[in-house]
């Protein structure tokens, strides 16, 4: 079991990879990613790629064996670790993208939830299986499932643990595109590339303002909006952009 972190460019690529249980995550293996994701937070990268080692999976959720056997209190704290390590990846300043090749179930779709984008490949295979299991998604997917496609589909699909291909995933936008070509880490980074034109304080701001405000009311969410986008507007980023445009020559962003 590892998870290993790579810088390549502007981009740092975080690999699940134990693929003899098809990339699923261990307790061991979430303390790797959260280290994986503080280790990308220090750097420069200014994107951030997850991908599924092998052609097999991205990653098949939860170590079902290791969930067996446990007290009430180690499962809520395992819920618990299994969230806040996800939302660690949500809150990352920089933009990231999951790349689901293969299969990505339970746990796994749920890190995939966590991203700011989500590709699949055709053959990708993925859903929320823990109904199956007499259990329920613990890592995040109850809440942010339907905040992505909405109440009516996450319930079907949670309530069915029904596995979804890769083109109806796309129609309901559970991932934000299908690509055919490339590895998982070249399309992840392809994915990635308009993003790194822009500064990180614009791109920060914005995707704070999307996702605050779909945990609140609309008045509150257009106060969220106001206040954000004023401190966008006080950014060195902000001054060169407008400037820029009026001497209409591209912008020097500096992520200030
Ligand atoms: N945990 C541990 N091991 C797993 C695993 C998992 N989630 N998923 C697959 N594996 C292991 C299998 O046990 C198997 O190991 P062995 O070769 O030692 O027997 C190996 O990976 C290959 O798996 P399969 O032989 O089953 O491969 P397949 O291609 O026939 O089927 C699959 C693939 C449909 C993904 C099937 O493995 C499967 O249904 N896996 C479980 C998916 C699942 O239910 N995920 C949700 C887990 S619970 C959860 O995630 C809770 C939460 O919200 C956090």
Known sequence: MTVNTALD???????????????ALSFAQLDALDEAIAQVARSAARGLVVVGAGDKAFCAGADIPELTGRTLH???????????????????????????QGYAFGGGLELALACTFRVATPAARMGLPEIKLGLIPGYGGTQRLPRLIGEGRALELILSGRTLKAD??????LVNRVVQEGTPAGIGRDFLVPYLQYGLPALDLARQAVQRGMQTTLEHGLRIERDLSTLAYRTADAAEGMQA????????????
């Open 9 to 23: 460019g502007d981009i740092a690529v975080i690999t699940l990879d134990r693929q003899k249980a098809l990339n």
């Open 74 to 100: 180690e499962e809520h704290e395992g819920s618990r670790l299994g969230q806040e390590v996800f939302e660690r990846i949500s809150r990352l300043r920089i933009p990231s993208v999951a790349v689901i």
């Open 168 to 173: 109806e995933a796309e129609r309901i936008g």
């Open 245 to 256: 445009f009026i001497e209409k020559r591209a912008p020097l962003f500096k992520d200030a």
